[in-house]
């Protein structure tokens, strides 16, 4: 899912560029509320981990490959709006150090792979809690049913914007038809992953997920052949419940993944590359900016080994996402923390 330059023309591209920014300015407004002393750091995690699958193509069909996208996963674990930003920081860096995805095609891919699957997937993710039974097992349901539909919402997307500004003269009917019938098999693959991941952390630490606040099902105990609801437990202060070691395993989790399990991922192109190739829309492709990057196509530069040069760009990557979320989301959370320090103190006065 990842356009490249010349893909798409320049004014839809500097549109979608400048859509892209107003969601990303957003984001950043409404990841003040989202982002608290816990989540805050694992908010840098989560986008590291989505760079770390991203490297894992998995097959879906003859010649054919998809990878997670990761807006789904992000925003129910972190909110939406941090969910945008967190896809958006893992772009950024695949686009400047990797040469994946164009820059002048930055815009393009930020609304595709971070806005348009949040929201499609938090909106179906709500929508579905709300019909199912409360408890965990209804947020991993809706988790699979919100990221499966973004995908092909993503694809759908991409269409629409091609419609407006596509370089090739390709009849609409065949790259819509062509795009979303792929993307909807890799939304399958995106599901699982996402069903799984947020099934493990809410296995864990339920109060780090941000689509399952509220939805703890009370203890029962049975009086006198009745259940009946146990008294409520005393809170865990905040502070008491460490992320630490949830951190340093996802951490270890996505470095593993990154370096060592991406050199068996599926080398066959992916959706959009498919299809760009089988209906000739890739014929304008432009060479990317960051060709001669030192890192480009994911392999270090120098380094013969292909396994050793794979892995060591895949855990720079993620060494590099989660340094530049983590500033991100720090940086957020510092203002939220002002925001709150000025209320408190402008209150008073108003009295």
Not at 169 to 186: E, N
Request: hydrophobic share 55%.
């Amino acid at each position: 899912m990842h356009v490249p330059d010349g893909f798409i023309d320049a004014p839809v591209s500097v549109a979608a560029g400048v859509a892209a920014t107003a969601a990303v300015a957003v984001s950043l407004r409404g990841a003040r509320r989202e982002l608290d002393e816990r989540t805050a750091p694992l908010a840098g995690l989560v986008a590291a981990f989505i760079f770390a699958v991203q490297m894992l193509n998995f097959p879906v069909a003859a010649g054919t490959s998809g990878h997670l996208l990761g807006g789904a996963l992000a925003a129910i674990l972190v909110g939406p709006y941090t969910g945008v930003l967190c896809v958006s920081v893992v772009l950024l860096m695949q686009g400047i150090l990797f040469a994946d995805g164009g820059l002048t095609a930055l815009g393009v891919n930020i609304l595709n792979m971070a806005v348009v699957t949040v929201l499609v997937s938090y909106a179906v993710f709500r929508l579905l809690l709300k019909l199912l039974p409360s408890g965990r097992r209804s947020v991993t349901v809706a988790a699979f049913a919100g990221a499966l539909l973004s995908v092909p919402g993503a694809a759908f997307m991409f269409t629409l914007l091609y419609a407006l500004g596509g370089t090739t003269d390709v009849p609409i009917g065949k790259v819509f038809t062509a795009m979303v019938g792929v993307h909807v098999l890799i939304g399958i693959g995106e599901a699982l992953i996402t069903a799984a991941t947020v099934g493990a952390v809410i296995a864990v630490r339920p109060d780090l997920v941000h689509g399952a606040r509220g939805l703890a099902t009370p203890l029962k105990l049975r009086v006198g052949g009745e259940l009946v609801d146990a008294p409520a437990a005393a809170p865990v202060p905040a502070a008491a419940r460490s992320t630490r070691k949830l951190w340093l395993t996802g951490l270890a989790t996505a470095l593993v993944l990154a370096g060592f399990v991406s050199f068996y991922a599926s080398t066959s192109p992916d959706g959009l590359e498919k299809v760009a190739a089988d209906k000739g829309i890739d014929s304008k492709v432009q060479e990317h900016a960051a060709a001669d990057s030192p890192l480009a196509d994911y392999s270090v530069k120098d380094v013969d080994d292909a396994r050793l040069s794979g892995g060591l760009a895949g855990v720079i990557g993620v060494g590099a996402t989660v340094a530049a979320g983590s500033g991100v989301f720090w940086a957020v959370r510092r203002r939220r923390a002002q925001d709150l320090t000025a209320s408190s103190t402008a209150a008073p006065s108003a009295g």
